[in-house]
């Protein structure tokens, strides 16, 4: 684990480099009738909430810091699958509609009319976001660092003590840091004292077109199904399309890698079959890993049995909009506040 150090008001914060998709959403890989089913109708309206509520909030602050990123509002669309027929997606807007998310029904003609996909119906959301991630992150570290806050990078962390006095790390090349508090934001490389928490790891491939601004659909929506495997498409500012999915429960990345041409191949066909205009032949293709969990949520909070020392682990993957929540709720959880979502994304 090579990670960053940020030192600031006493607290150490752990992280890794690795970037995270540009699709902001809100929206949670379970759709909101199955989170209700699993955790109760309640818990389940409260984590979609919250889930809105950072979108919002990155909106609103990196507007606020001049962070610019290539941020911008876009709906998306959720069209029938094998996980959500029709009549499941009208069960799930009722749902959406009722806790307060702005959410549309649009059957087959509606769907062909104002996006020219041809499926049996969709979901049309409103609030979520795409954004670029280098520019955000590195905009957001450009501001911690003019606030007062120290990196330190690279380093590797080989020994930790926690407790309520306080934490000590130790670095591979014999440096000592000493805080308050600490955070790990380590990605899916898991420190010995963070529980695994029930979550997998998961290939997944992905495709990027040539540019052709001219095809682009209504709005540039973000696209997805409720299917699984799922497949996923947004547009680039420069008009190319990246669409991904084909995932697959194993994450060994040499056949990850080697499954790439079969697995782009398969992708540039459903989006073609999806929409036809476009030229779905890849320019690019490439292939992860990431983290999900059984409830499409992250994990974040204080680590069982080490006072003071929190992990954030977004699985589910929608990290830009967990690591929005998972600040909210880590410094209120420092600052020894309550909130009532808290104990919904805990350790379980």
């Not at 670029?132 to 990078?153: E, F």
């Not at 973000?222 to 680039?236: G, K």
Request: charged share 20%; aromatic share 6%.
């Amino acid at each position: 684990m090579r990670p960053l150090i940020v030192e600031r008001r006493r607290t150490a914060l752990l992280g890794s480099t690795a970037a995270s998709t540009a699709l902001l959403q809100f929206e949670l890989d379970t759709p909101l009738t199955q989170l209700s089913s699993g955790i109760g109708a309640r818990a389940a309206g409260q984590v979609w909430i919250a889930s809105r509520d950072a979108v919002n909030e990155l909106r609103t602050r990196s507007h606020r810091l001049n962070i610019d990123a290539a941020f911008a509002s876009r709906p998306s669309l959720y069209l029938a699958g094998n996980v959500l027929d029709a009549r499941g997606l009208r069960r799930e807007v009722r749902l959406r509609q009722k806790i307060g998310l702005a959410s549309e029904y649009l059957d087959r003609r509606s769907l062909r009319h104002h996006f020219g996909i041809d499926r049996e119906a969709a979901l049309l959301n409103h609030g979520n976001a795409e954004a670029n991630p280098v520019q955000l992150a590195a905009g957001y570290l450009r501001r911690a660092l003019n606030a007062g806050a120290r990196l330190r990078a690279p380093h590797e962390i080989v020994d930790l003590h926690c407790s309520h006095g306080g934490i000590a790390l130790v670095t591979e090349d014999g440096i000592e840091i000493k805080a308050a508090h600490m955070v790990l934001c380590t990605g899916y490389e898991l420190a010995k004292i963070v529980p695994p928490a029930h979550n997998r790891m998961i290939s997944t491939w992905a495709i990027a077109t040539r540019r052709q601004p001219e095809a682009i659909w209504p709005q540039r929506a973000l696209v997805w199904e409720a299917s699984e495997p799922y497949l996923y498409l947004r547009s680039t500012d420069d008009g190319r399309v990246i669409c991904g999915g084909e995932d697959a429960d194993f994450s060994d990345p040499v056949k990850r890698d080697q499954l790439t041409g079969i697995k782009a191949r398969r992708i540039a066909g459903k989006l073609s079959r999806l929409m036809p205009s476009l030229d779905s032949r890849p320019d690019y293709m490439w292939a992860g890993t990431f983290g999900a969990s059984s409830t499409g949520m992250p994990t974040i909070g204080e680590i069982p049995g080490y006072p003071n020392c929190y992990a954030v682990m977004g699985y589910g993957g929608n990290g830009i909009t967990f690591s929005m929540l998972a600040s909210r709720l880590i410094t209120a959880a420092i600052c020894r506040r309550k909130l009532p979502e808290a104990h919904l994304f805990g350790f379980r």
